[in-house]
Each structure stands twice: as C-alpha cells, then as structure tokens.
C-alpha cells in the first residue's frame, strides 16, 4: 500500500511510478488518499495525524481481507511518517515500510527531529532519500535510523530533493527505487 505527503494525493508521479513497477513484478498495489485528503482536495493536513493513522489501519485491514500474505506500508514524507508511526504502535499491521523521503525534520530546523517513536518501530523499513533532501541529510538520516531497534536499510539517491524524481531522468530513479524495495522485502 502506498501513500501520499502532505501537499499531494495518491495520484502523484512517484506513487504511480512506484506502483507500476512494483506491480510488473507480480505484487499487488494499492494507492490511497490518507482522510485528510479525502476531505480536502488541496493543501496541507490539518493537524490530525491520528485520524490519518486510522485510515491507513482502516486499509490494511481491508487490504488484509482481499490479499493474502506479506503487506507493506509505503509512504511519501507525511505518509510514511504516519505510516511509520502506526507501525511503531501496532506492528502486527504490516511486515514492512517503505519510507520514502522521511521528513526527519521541518527544513532548515534539524532541532525538531520526529524520532520519538523510532524507539518502538519493531517493523523493518527501507528508507529512501535524495542527497539533497531539506527535510534530512543524509548523514542526519543515517544518524536517526540507528535509533530503530528493527531491521532497517537506507538508500539515496544521488541529486534528487524531497520530491525523489529529477526533472533529468526521473524514470531511472523510479527504478532504482523499485528494485531496492524487492531486494528489501526480499530479505524478510
């Protein structure tokens, strides 16, 4: 299941990228608006990240329902900062995360780190970066990860922003994104 941040919908090139590759290996996908953006078909969340969290429980038990086997959680930046957050309170919900440009911080303020649950995420995660993130740095990423007690990979992308996709080639990011995530969940 893949999710969206704060200033997009599931619709977004990275999702539908993402999903189309990840589908052509035999996997199934499901895109989907976290509540805030079913409400509200433009701008920002509106502070309620806990109803964001039920939603995304509301679908994986569904997708539970539809789909045997293995289910994981991705997330771009707000989606995958819920999603992990989920994950560290129930981890039960999903084998794995797939946490695409962690907003580890608000840009230009690395003194408001958003790592207190990383303490309790028992569910392994592959997160994903570009070297030039504002939201963390690679060394910040890195640094922040250690913290996770689970099984945890990090990949960056050289030259791409908190969008993840170059304007010069964003299909070859795209893939190098894809192929990391099935080696990820590869290694159980």
């Known amino acids: ?87 560290a309170a129930e981890p039960e919900l999903i084998a794995g995360l797939l946490l695409l440009s962690y907003p580890l911080h608000p840009p230009a303020k690395p003194d408001q780190m958003r790592t207190a649950h990383f303490q309790n995420l028992r569910t392994p995660a592959l997160f994903v970066s570009g070297t030039k993130d504002e939201f963390g740095t690679v060394e910040e990423m890195t640094a922040a990860i250690k913290l996770i007690p689970a099984r945890t990979e990090f990949f960056s992308l050289e030259g791409a922003g908190h969008s993840l996709l170059p304007k010069k080639n964003p299909e070859e990011s795209l893939d190098l994104i894809a192929n990391k995530f099935r080696e990820f969940i590869a290694q159980r």
């Open 1 to 87: 299941m893949l999710t969206h941040g704060a200033g997009a919908n599931c619709r977004t090139p990275l999702l539908v990228g993402l999903a189309e590759r990840i589908c052509s290996a035999g996997l199934w996908v499901l895109r989907c608006d976290l509540p805030f953006r079913q409400e509200r078909a433009f701008g920002p969340p509106r502070g309620k990240p806990d109803r964001d969290q039920q939603g995304l429980k509301r679908a994986l038990e569904f997708l539970g329902t539809r789909a045997g086997g293995r289910i994981y959680l991705g997330g771009h930046s707000y989606g995958g900062r819920q999603g992990s957050m989920l994950a």
